[in-house]
């Protein structure tokens, strides 16, 4: 038989005539010797792809070499054909598209001279604000000493106000023109016409831990925000709105420092849990060219006034037109007003509403070049399978209070952003997960007439199914981040032409790296559950590693992420599963985004109901697979996903064989008012709902479980409280547990030397679960990371 096309082809019988044997042996001998020189040419010039057999198991002091580590690059638009590009290395490149070469504005050795660990361009690209001395805040905030970096002359100068000299700032950001310079010092907010130019107060009111101008609080850039900034300059640069943010009655949260004196000292800042206080926020604007700079007040809706409410996002239309997006306290009602900031006056144009909460992740608006138009992503219903969001078009005319609604997108999938609209051809492009859940591409819609919808990225790179994108000022370009499955790179793309691209960063040497490892396979399912397909990541060991395999389930670390996506992993639980042969698995059950919002709102009021149930349901449906070790499994969860494992070890019996928790929410009354009440509504009438939402009344079902309990003292998130009342609870229990502690260490573990000990601490615990001490030594870091 003969294989052709994918076929087996059946050869039929025939005789031949006599041979010359003799002939035709040596003949081969001679072809033999001849192949056997051209193949040992070709191993010599070919490099080295061992086979599966002679692959090594990753261990974690893998995670800390350089080979195997991902690199990316800061990448900033500066032109519509320029870029600027941070290296991991620490140089400094301008690329220009036209003629894709690259010149070289700051050497490595400047910024480690200058010890410089952030930068950004001006947008005359002459100078470069660089911060040093970087002091982490809180997630996404920090204080800093900031130079000014002049990329002619070499020269540098320190970023100071009048008053004082050599400060450490709150903030500091260039303006939209030329080098203006913004930056917060005390919670006020500053103006900086140029660099040669005087500061000049905005605000004199701010107090520390009770106002904040031009700054989040803690809340604001945890919950609401995202961000450490709370200001924003319209594109001319001549009006600055900005958000002043009033704490006076918020509750004030004590955050313990054990280290570096001989008595501890405390960080006092307000922290609003479910129930309490929020702060109160105003928006306000000020005319940078004036001859004194005074802010003026943009109001709420009339319905938002006198009541709670948050402001989510700010945005300029035009140079002199502001969207937002107000949000009442119990996040069910959104209105997007239009502001003319010349004469303080905003209209209502859109109102969001929702039995559950309304969901702000796919909420940022693209505008036209005229500002007349907005294109906004809306819950839109799709039949039986409930809303998804969808792409809008809306009028931003004044006159009219609410504007009419035009739908450019349908279907049973997720807009997930919306990125840029190309003014010149009326092309609108954004990200969803049209093709399926587990992928992320760019799409595009023509608005020319026809609507026809086209996958920018679905087949142009290989490897490349989760992607996000920055495009250029004028959309020709764009910036294309691949974050998997395969290894993570950075290009950039001619938008009119994709295929043209230039290659920023190809991680090579993570990829050859990776070629002598010993790496698990990725598979997905699908599990069906109360009418809904759900998706199942599994990461598999290497199929000589086991025939019964160990199970460690991944949960999620705040509701409505979304766990079984196509993006590449390399953690440390990876390494369980190359050298220990655990089977990895993350699930997204009712409550995971970027699927329809009626998946995403089954959780509401029943958060550690519907969630647990669901995972139960996997873990017995896993349970059917043959490789599968029924009596080693195991859970893992960081936040959210440590409340939920431990939820999880306390409800069915002889379930888990052992889990972990790191910095869990044991009770939502102790937790931040923005997430709880999201979730769960106000304490005082969904009392229930908080009850059920609680660990700690589990304490005596876990008190003969293997648990690790994990937690840093300084965590500003989950506070170190959420553990202590566990702990007591569990001590009344006379339960058995390990717990490792991390004097003074945050939520997101910034320090290297703990987030190193974590996953060795982590990795040890699972595998003495598993009982395997064969490969102990792959679980161990060098000597040095120690």
């Given at each position: ?6 076929r ?5 019988i ?19 010797m ?30 800390e ?20 590009v ?13 003629q ?8 490595d050795?400047?910024l480690?001279f200058l ?5 950004q ?7 470069l604000?660089?911060?040093?001395d ?11 000493h ?9 020269e ?12 450490r ?23 900086q016409?140029?660099?040669s ?6 605000t004199?009111s ?24 709370a200001?924003w300059?319209s ?16 509750p ?5 420092q ?11 800042y ?26 003026l ?11 709670e409410?948050?402001?989510?996002m ?17 996040q ?8 003319e900031?010349?004469?303080g ?8 509403t ?6 702000m992740?796919?909420?940022?608006p ?17 039949g ?41 051809i ?28 086209t ?12 992607v ?5 000022p ?6 294309l ?12 793309h001619?938008?009119?032409n ?38 199942v990541?599994?990461?598999?060991p290497?199929?000589h590693?086991?025939?019964s395999?160990?199970l ?5 670390e ?11 992993q390399?953690?440390?639980d990876t ?24 998946l ?41 996903g440590g ?14 064989k ?15 008012a ?5 979730y ?15 660990v ?6 876990l ?8 937690h840093?003292?300084?965590d ?37 030397s ?5 996953r ?18 792959l ?6 990371d120690?």
């Amino acid at each position: 038989m003969e294989e052709e096309g994918g076929r087996r082809k059946h050869m039929g019988i025939t005789r031949s005539p006599p041979r010359n044997w003799k002939g035709i042996g040596i003949s081969l001998l001679v072809v033999a010797m001849l192949a056997s020189v051209l193949i040992v040419a070709i191993l010599m010039l070919t490099p080295e792809d061992p086979p599966l057999g002679f692959r090594i198991p990753l261990t974690l002091a893998d995670l800390e070499s350089d080979e195997l580590h991902a690199h990316h690059p800061q990448v900033h638009w500066v032109t519509d054909d320029e870029l600027v590009v941070l290296s991991d290395m620490g140089t400094v490149m301008k690329w220009d598209m036209r003629q894709k070469n690259s010149t070289l504005l700051v050497e490595d050795r400047d910024l480690h001279f200058l010890k410089a660990s952030w930068f950004q361009v001006s947008p005359d690209l002459q100078f470069l604000l660089l911060a040093y001395d970087i002091q982490q805040v809180f997630r996404y905030s920090f204080t800093a000493h900031y130079l000014i970096y002049n990329m002619d002359t070499r020269e540098t100068s320190n970023l100071d106000v009048p008053e004082a000299e050599a400060v450490r700032l709150q903030h500091a950001t260039w303006g939209a023109q030329n080098n203006q310079l913004v930056f917060v010092l005390d919670n006020d907010l500053y103006y900086q016409p140029g660099v040669s130019s005087r500061a000049k107060p905005i605000t004199s009111s701010g107090r520390q831990g009770i106002l904040f101008n031009g700054i989040s609080d803690w809340l604001y850039e945890e919950e609401i925000l995202q961000a450490a900034g709370a200001h924003w300059c319209s594109p001319d640069g001549i009006w600055l709105a900005y958000l002043t943010i009033n704490n006076s009655v918020v509750p004030k949260m004590e955050l313990p420092q054990f280290l570096g004196g001989n008595y501890p000292a405390s960080q006092h800042y307000p922290y609003p849990k479910a129930g309490q206080p929020i702060p109160s926020v105003q928006l306000f604007v000020v005319n940078l060219s004036g001859a004194r700079l005074r802010p003026l007040e943009l109001l709420p809706p009339e319905s938002f006034q006198s009541r709670e409410y948050y402001i989510t996002m700010v945005k300029w239309v035009a140079f002199s037109r502001l969207a937002v997006r107000w949000l009442n306290r119990p996040q069910n009602i959104s209105v997007w007003s239009l502001c003319e900031v010349v004469a303080g006056t905003c209209a209502e144009k859109y109102k969001v509403t929702s039995d559950a909460w309304v969901n702000m992740q796919q909420g940022v608006p693209i505008f036209s070049e005229d500002g007349e138009t907005l294109f906004l992503p809306v819950p839109v219903k799709q039949g039986p399978r409930g809303e998804f969001h969808h792409v809008t078009m809306l009028s931003t005319q004044m006159s009219r209070k609410e504007s009419s609604v035009r739908l450019l997108t349908s279907g049973n999938w997720d807009v997930t952003r919306i990125l840029a609209y190309d003014e010149n051809i009326k092309r609108l492009y954004f990200l969803s997960s049209e093709d399926r859940p587990s992928a992320r591409h760019l799409y595009s819609v023509d608005l020319s007439g026809s609507f026809n919808r086209t996958c920018v990225t679905c087949s142009l790179l290989p490897d490349c199914s989760f992607v996000d994108v920055k495009f250029s000022p004028k959309k020709g370009h764009f910036i294309l981040f691949c974050k998997g499955p395969g290894i993570p790179q950075v290009s950039v793309h001619f938008t009119n032409n994709p295929h043209d691209f230039l290659l920023l960063e190809d991680n090579h040497l993570l990829k050859d790296g990776l070629l002598h490892k010993e790496m698990p396979l990725v598979e997905f399912r699908s599990f069906r559950l109360a009418g809904y397909d759900l998706s199942v990541r599994m990461i598999l060991p290497p199929p000589h590693q086991c025939t019964s395999c160990p199970l460690l389930l991944m949960l999620p670390e705040v509701p409505g992420s979304q766990m079984a996506t196509e993006k590449f992993q390399l953690n440390w639980d990876t390494i369980l599963s190359s050298s220990l042969g655990v089977v990895l698995v993350r699930f997204d059950g009712r409550g995971s985004g970027n699927q329809g919002l009626k998946l995403l709102y089954e959780v509401s009021r029943q958060l550690g109901s519907m969630d647990l149930k669901d995972h139960i349901a996997l873990m017995q449906w896993l349970l059917q697979l043959p490789y599968i070790d029924r009596k080693r499994m195991a859970v893992y969860g960081k936040a959210y996903g440590g409340f939920l494992a431990l939820k999880l070890m306390a409800a069915v019996e002889d379930l888990f064989k052992c889990g972990a928790a790191v910095a869990p929410i044991t009770s939502f009354r102790f937790h931040a008012a923005t997430f709880s009440e999201r979730y769960l509504g106000m304490p005082a009438r969904e009392d229930a709902a908080y009850t059920v939402a609680s660990v700690l009344e589990e304490a005596p079902r876990l008190k003969d479980k293997n648990i690790l309990l994990v937690h840093g003292t300084g965590d500003a998130t989950v506070h170190f409280q959420h553990m202590a009342e566990l702990l007591i609870q569990l001590l009344a229990a006379e339960s058995n547990y390990t717990t490792q502690i991390y004097p003074d260490e945050g939520h997101t573990f910034s320090s290297d030397s703990n987030r190193r000990h974590l996953r060795q601490t982590l990795a040890s615990f699972f595998q003495a679960c598993f009982k395997d001490s064969r490969h102990s030594h792959l679980l161990a870091e060098d000597d040095e990371d120690s």
